[in-house]
């Protein structure tokens, strides 16, 4: 498969190639839940895996499927943090290669950009369905000039982590519970990315993210290739720090 797999049908076709690698005999695949029984070989003995395919593990949830009664997950993308811990999930984006997202998350004025130019690595907000590895690229919100300025690595799987405190201006307690994870810069971008350089692109100014004016967490994934060579080519020094998310080796 010379392009990464657009649904269900796809990720059957890569399960094939790696079923020797994990042990497994297939019994069978069928059409209905769960779509394939196996048996994954274990010492002298066999142990039975019923296994649902999915392109997002999400899917499984929307389809409606009965946890207790499948033991894996096989998807191309795993965008499911909720997910039952006795569910393995197979994502095989990562089994070949493709092992990052990348987001673009937007950071308003104040303390926030402040602390993404003090601290190299912490512990910050980032999209639910993030991943160890992720690129994340902050864009600031806040004041005239509205730019990407830090491109950051995740450490660890977005958490789902309960708080609490005063609403800003107000006596008033609130919740602020929110998805996070360790975080850790890999360049700052001495000559920012700017909001009028990503319209005025002639891919990028289609972008989702960029006709929402960098609104909210966003996956970029797609448009990756464009903004690496727009960000490296305006920061030469960031390519060998990028040099494991280059485009060329995926």
């Not at 048996?39 to 392109?55: C, G, L, M, V």
């Not at 950051?152 to 602020?176: S, V």
Request: proline share 6%; net charge positive; hydrophobic share 35%.
């Amino acid at each position: 498969m010379h392009y990464a797999p657009e649904n269900e049908l796809g990720v059957v076709f890569l399960f094939a190639h790696l079923a020797k690698r994990w042990r497994l005999r297939i019994d069978v695949i069928k059409p209905r839940f769960p779509d394939c029984i196996a048996y994954q070989k274990a010492q002298s003995k066999e142990k039975r895996i019923d296994i649902e395919f999915e392109y997002r593990s999400k899917n499984f949830e929307l389809h409606g499927h009965d946890p207790k009664k499948c033991d894996w997950i096989v998807c191309w993308e795993h965008n499911w943090p909720g997910v039952p811990k006795h569910l393995n999930v197979v994502e095989l984006r990562r089994e070949f290669g493709l092992g990052f997202n990348v987001w673009v998350m937007p950071v308003g004025k104040g303390e926030h950009q402040d602390a993404l130019d003090e601290y190299p690595r912490r512990e910050w907000s980032v999209p639910a369905q993030a991943h160890k590895d992720d690129l994340i690229l902050f864009y600031f919100s806040g004041g005239k000039n509205k730019c990407l300025k830090h491109i950051y690595r995740c450490e660890e799987r977005a958490f789902f982590k309960k708080e609490a405190g005063w609403k800003k201006g107000t006596d008033k307690w609130k919740k602020m519970s929110d998805h996070r994870a360790s975080i850790r810069r890999v360049c700052e971008l001495s000559s920012p990315v700017f909001l009028e350089d990503l319209q005025k692109h002639r891919v990028l100014g289609t972008a989702g993210f960029v006709r929402a004016d960098m609104r909210g967490p966003m996956n970029a994934m797609e448009y990756w290739p464009y903004l690496y060579d727009l960000i490296t080519k305006r920061n030469p020094s960031s390519k060998a720090r990028l040099k494991k998310f280059s485009p060329d080796r995926f």
